[in-house]
């Protein structure tokens, strides 16, 4: 009974920004961590950026910088600021969270089904 639904993804020019926004609905308890992740053409799905219940970041060396992901626990959204983009960003972008639903305490993960984010010049 949780989904996570992704948006913000779109075509950009090489410098360009987006701002990925997920949220997570559902009968939600908690949730411990939201982050990011990505997946290009030929490529294995990688993380970018992970946040946790107590604000501590993670980023891919890749990103770290460029990106930035930030979190509204009131409304349990997480966003992911991506400024300086470039052709290598090119992927589908999943969002990713470990939700506790209501009457149950053991955690589970949750995936959204992705945002295309497509940098060409």
């Known amino acids: 009974q949780v989904q996570l639904v992704e948006s913000g993804g779109g075509l950009v020019q090489p410098g360009g920004s987006l701002r990925l926004s997920c949220a997570a609905s559902?009968?939600?308890?908690?949730?411990?961590?939201m982050g990011w992740f990505r997946q290009a053409p030929g490529k294995h799905r990688e993380l970018v950026a992970i946040?946790?219940?107590?604000?501590?970041?993670n980023y891919a060396d890749s990103v770290k910088v460029r990106f930035t992901i930030s979190r509204d626990t009131a409304k349990n959204w997480v966003y992911l600021q991506m400024n300086s983009l470039k052709a290598e960003d090119t992927a589908v972008y999943y969002c990713?969270?470990?939700?506790?639903?209501?009457?149950?305490?053991?955690?589970?993960?949750?995936w959204g089904q992705g945002t295309q984010v497509t940098v060409s010049s």
């Open positions: 990713e969270a470990v939700v506790s639903t209501i009457g149950v305490i053991t955690p589970s993960e949750y």
């Open positions: 559902g009968s939600i308890s908690s949730i411990s961590h």
């Open positions: 946040t946790t219940s107590g604000g501590t970041t």
